[in-house]
Nanobody, 127 residues
Framework: QVQLVESGGGVVQPGGSLSLSCTTS????????IGWFRKAPGKEREVVSC????????TYAASTKGRFTISRDKAKNAGYLRMNNLKPEDTAVYFCATGYYTDSQRCDLAVNKYDKWGQGTQVTVSS
């Protein structure tokens, strides 16, 4: 059974940090790119970051670049998103997803490139 499970969300004050985890099972996630996405109430789902299956390529949305860091641990079948200097506008449900690319040095900031999704974890940034 294919599963992606996010964890690590919570409530944090502006300027604070959180680390999200995405644990995968039921498929060879090491062969897939991992993407992190978020959805705030009343807004479209937004791509946050992605990392290629090779680990060598990482890409960030302009709104998160310099504050967020994506990584993965293939031995643990897991992906991570470290979020620093959080802002109220980062408040959203955060999802991880995986997408397959024949090119291991590639990932895209496009929702339709990812076909396996977790259920999401809430991140709230508020004073």
């Amino acid at each position: 059974q294919v599963q992606l499970v996010e964890s690590g969300g919570g409530v944090v004050q502006p300027g604070g940090s959180l680390s999200l985890s995405c644990t995968t099972s039921g498929f060879r996630s090491d062969l897939y790119a991992i993407g992190w996405f978020r959805k705030a109430p009343g807004k479209e789902r937004e791509v946050v970051s992605c990392i290629s299956s090779s680990d060598r390529i990482t890409t960030y949305a302009a709104s998160t670049k310099g504050r967020f860091t994506i990584s993965r641990d293939k031995a643990k079948n897991a992906g991570y998103l470290r979020m620093n200097n959080l802002k109220p506008e980062d408040t959203a449900v955060y999802f991880c997803a995986t997408g397959y690319y024949t090119d291991s040095q590639r990932c895209d900031l496009a929702v339709n490139k990812y076909d396996k999704w977790g259920q999401g974890t809430q991140v709230t940034v508020s004073s």
